[in-house]
């Protein structure tokens, strides 16, 4: 089965694909691990992505395009796959279909904004170390203070307010219209992600007929 999760930033799409991926015994293909593969291999495409990266741009969809296709050329695939985090856009999906590239299934794990700024919000990383706290549902014993090393808990740039309101107005602004996409070809299967991780990987199995 070829799958794409679709997720926004702090929704736990990346725990999903990990747990569906070896559930069902087909790789998770994130788009970021690929080009940093295809940039560390040397490969032609890799070769033409890194002057981009090099140049903090973004790397443009008929590159990206290619190093999907060469990694869903490889053996491992053949026997279905899940992409995490592409398509990101309508043209790169259409892109997808013209290279020939199936898909079965759209799962979009769906959770409210206001839950995704209180997760992301209340995140902290300890740092000396990295260990990871959140301050509502797994704070240190002492506030502001890694249980591991005593080093000092800080929040992420990235998990800072007005850097997530900007993630999720970027997300919603490219992602909205794909989701359209996918529904009027009849393959978006909406997924209740504001709970427990176990109940939201059941219910992604069970719309992919997988026994839970």
């Known amino acids: 089965m070829n799958i794409v999760l679709f997720g926004a930033p702090g929704s736990g799409k990346g725990t999903q694909a990990e747990r569906i991926s070896s559930t069902m015994g087909i790789p998770a293909i994130s788009t970021g691990n690929i080009l940093r593969e295809a940039i560390l291999n040397g490969t032609e495409v890799g070769f033409m992505a890194k002057e981009y990266v090099d140049a903090g741009a973004l790397v443009p969809d008929e590159i ?17 796959f899940l992409l995490d985090g592409f398509p990101r856009t309508v043209p790169q999906a259409e892109g997808l279909a013209a290279l020939g590239i199936s898909i079965d299934i759209v799962l979009s794990l769906e959770v409210p904004d206001a839950d995704i700024e209180r997760r992301m919000g209340g995140r902290r990383v300890c740092r000396q170390c990295g260990a990871s706290y959140h ?60 709970d427990d991780i176990g109940k939201i990987t059941e219910r992604c199995l069970s719309l992919l007929g997988v026994p839970v």
Do not use: F, W
């Open 135 to 194: 301050v509502e549902h797994k704070p240190p014993v002492r506030d502001g203070v890694c249980d591991a090393c005593g080093g000092i808990l800080v929040q992420r740039a990235d998990d800072a307010p007005e850097t997530v309101l900007a993630r999720l107005s970027t997300y919603h602004k490219n992602t909205e219209p794909l989701k359209g996409y996918y529904e009027r070809l009849g393959l978006l299967r909406p997924v209740a992600a504001h």
């Open 64 to 80: 990206m395009l290619a190093i999907i296709r060469d990694r869903l050329n490889q053996p491992d695939c053949q026997k279905g």
